[in-house]
């Protein structure tokens, strides 16, 4: 089991905006950090903190967090966006991390 | 760049060792946690635990104890980390990636930042009769 779960699955209109989920007690304490991962591709950092990009990360990406719950927002999605996101966090003893289970974003 | 890279694919039989490399270059190789990263075929991510590259000191997931035999360490001289895996079996079949950690404290909001921020190519190791 996950400390840290997400949606399955989420779609969105081509153009559109979309929030994937990450939700869990640690998140309370911890940030979340943000994960894209396209099929046979090693993930990539999107999000970090309290909502920063890593250098050539669109500006369509942001994050936010409010109780236990931390999201991703994708504000005008595009074609290249479908991919799988993942949540990472602290445990809640905070000496480990953990991923969520993932969420398959498809762009319609 | 900076980049991690990784070894290449492995073909194991059950109850075999691998050993998987992670050489990092464009950084300096202490600065950083190397971190381990599974993901089984159609699965999510999960995370193996940190190696801390100063000290020497690994972290492990509590997930994988008692079931999964590995270990993390690294050789300074070659900017590299290992990800060993004893007593292989099927179930074991996956790409492992190596990822750089980061973490900072900010004193403002009093959380930590952490974050992933460079991986590696991942190798896929199989394990079959």
């Known amino acids: 089991s996950s400390d840290v779960t997400q949606d399955p699955v989420v779609s969105v209109a081509l153009g559109q905006t979309v929030r994937i989920t990450c939700q869990g007690d640690s998140l309370r304490s911890y940030y979340a950090s943000w994960y894209q991962q396209k099929p046979g591709q090693a993930p990539v950092l999107v999000i970090f903190?309290?909502?920063s990009r890593p250098s050539g990360i669109p500006d369509r990406f942001s994050g936010s967090s409010s109780g236990n719950t931390a999201s991703l927002t994708i504000t005008g999605a595009q074609a290249e966006d479908e991919a799988d996101y993942y949540c990472n966090s602290r445990d809640s003893t905070g000496d480990h991390r953990v991923f969520g289970g993932g969420t398959k974003l498809t762009v319609l | 760049q900076v980049q991690l890279v990784q070894s290449g694919s492995e073909l194991k039989k059950p109850g075999a060792s691998v050993k998987v490399s992670c050489k990092a270059s464009?950084?300096?190789?202490?600065?950083?946690?190397m971190n381990w990263v599974r993901q089984a075929p159609g699965q999510g991510l999960e995370w193996m635990g940190w190696i801390n590259t100063k000290s020497g000191n690994p972290t492990y997931a509590q997930g994988f104890t008692g079931r999964f035999v590995f270990s993390f360490s690294f050789d300074t001289s070659v900017t590299t980390a290992y990800l060993q895996i004893s007593s292989l079996k099927a179930e074991d079949t996956a790409v492992y990636y190596c990822a750089r950690g980061r973490s900072n404290y900010d004193f403002w909001t009093g959380y930590y930042v952490d974050a992933f921020d460079i991986w590696g190519q991942g190798t896929m190791v199989a394990v079959s009769s």
């Open positions: 903190g309290k909502n």
């Open positions: 464009g950084y300096t190789f202490t600065n950083y946690a």
